[in-house]
């Protein structure tokens, strides 16, 4: 088992706890090796949003035996962390931990000097905060998560499901990580660099003009589409596809197509025994010189050193190869 911790306080927000735990307690429909093992830490029994009673799995001290720890949301933005809390998250990461936060828990991982001189955000309504009280950090107030290899930090509530897949996706792989999404009924997969805000609300399915369109440019990827290919499809103008484009998913169409695409090929080189150029031809990229391009500028290593990580059985996240983003 991979040890995730979950590292609570009083304060702390029940939505994420119960996310995190959800999403790491429970393995996948499909076969994967060394799951995760879920443990709530804390110094004793703890209020969650002032309402919910939790006891502990295990106290504090456990963090540094973990390979993963969990911040949930914190509540209170406007006073310092509890210095046990912050000491122990502090002690892990110093011991290896990888250490992610989930919404405003950021503030925990602030105050532990985790994310001096790193990109991190947290919910955008507490982003000014946390950089006027923090002005090492490179806060980002327009991303869902940033990733910044050992340390990781996610938005608001429905970030932090994304940052939890994010780390399911780069220690298992795409198909795990979609498996997961299925099951949990979400969208599986939204990059990080999506903004955290959209002004008008994600339509439900067929209620927004792009609705039908997605789905067939999904199943269309090893087509060459263009924006003219899909505005044609929609019966629309390009410039106003871009538009829907852009209040529904938070991208631009070419960017959302090379995003399918790349996800596409990961399941691919996951899945499959094909060989590169014909995993170019099955995703839309044409040659493997340009799917090579575009995968390693977007995963961080070549399509090759991909499949050889995921199929190399029993790998963890420090056997994989140098520059490794996923």
Same mark, same amino acid.
């Given at each position: 088992m991979t040890t995730v911790a979950v590292a609570? &306080?009083?304060? =702390? +927000?029940?939505?994420? +706890?119960?996310?995190?735990? $959800? +999403?790491?307690?429970?393995? !996948?429909?499909?076969p994967v090796e060394r799951w995760y093992e879920p443990v709530i830490c804390g110094a004793g029994p703890v209020r969650a949003d002032g309402r919910f009673l939790l006891e502990p799995d295990a106290g504090l001290d456990?963090?540094?035996?973990?390979?993963?720890? =969990? %911040?949930?949301?914190?509540?209170?933005? @406007? $006073?310092? !962390?509890?210095? @046990?809390? %912050?000491?122990? %998250?502090? /002690?892990?990461?110093?011991?290896? *931990?990888? %250490? /992610?936060?989930?919404?405003?828990?950021?503030?925990?991982?602030? &105050?532990?000097? #985790?994310?001096?001189?790193?990109?991190?955000t947290t919910h955008w309504a507490h982003t000014e905060t946390l950089a006027a009280r923090h002005p090492r950090i490179q806060v980002d107030p327009d991303v869902l998560y940033a990733d910044e290899g050992s340390v990781l930090t996610a938005a608001g509530k429905a970030a932090a499901l994304d940052l939890c897949l994010h780390l399911v996706r780069r220690d298992h792989g795409s198909a795990v990580a979609n498996a997961i999404a299925r099951r949990l009924v979400v969208a599986p997969h939204r990059p990080g660099g999506q903004a955290q805000f959209v002004a008008t609300p994600v339509p439900e399915p067929h209620g927004h003009p792009l609705s039908d369109l #997605?789905?067939?440019?999904?199943?269309?990827?090893?087509?060459?589409?263009?924006? $003219?290919?899909?505005?044609?499809?929609?019966?629309?103008?390009?410039?106003?596809?871009?538009r829907h484009f852009r209040s529904m998913t938070g991208t631009t169409p070419l960017q959302w197509l090379l995003t399918q695409r790349i996800r596409r090929a990961q399941e691919l080189l996951e899945t499959t025994d094909d060989a590169v150029d014909a995993i170019a031809e099955?995703?839309?990229?044409?040659? *493997?010189?340009? +799917?090579?391009?575009?995968?390693?500028?977007?995963?961080?290593?070549?399509?090759d050193a991909y499949r050889r990580t995921f199929r190399a059985r029993g790998a963890t996240p420090a056997q994989r190869p140098a520059g490794w983003k996923s």
């Open positions: 609570v &306080a009083d304060g =702390i +927000l029940h939505f994420e +706890l119960a996310l995190a735990y $959800e +999403l790491f307690s429970s393995p !996948p429909p499909v456990r963090l540094v035996e973990a390979d993963t720890v =969990i %911040v949930p949301g914190w509540a209170e933005v @406007d $006073e310092e !962390p509890p210095a @046990d809390l %912050v000491a122990a %998250v502090r /002690a892990a990461h110093e011991a290896g *931990a990888r %250490v /992610a936060s989930l919404c405003t828990g950021a503030f925990v991982l602030a &105050a532990a000097g #985790l994310l001096d001189g790193r990109r991190a #997605l789905a067939w440019a999904g199943r269309h990827l090893d087509q060459p589409l263009t924006v $003219e290919d899909l505005a044609h499809r929609a019966n629309l103008s390009s410039r106003h596809l871009g099955a995703t839309g990229m044409g040659t *493997a010189a340009t +799917l090579r391009r575009h995968f390693n500028r977007t995963v961080g290593v070549p399509p």
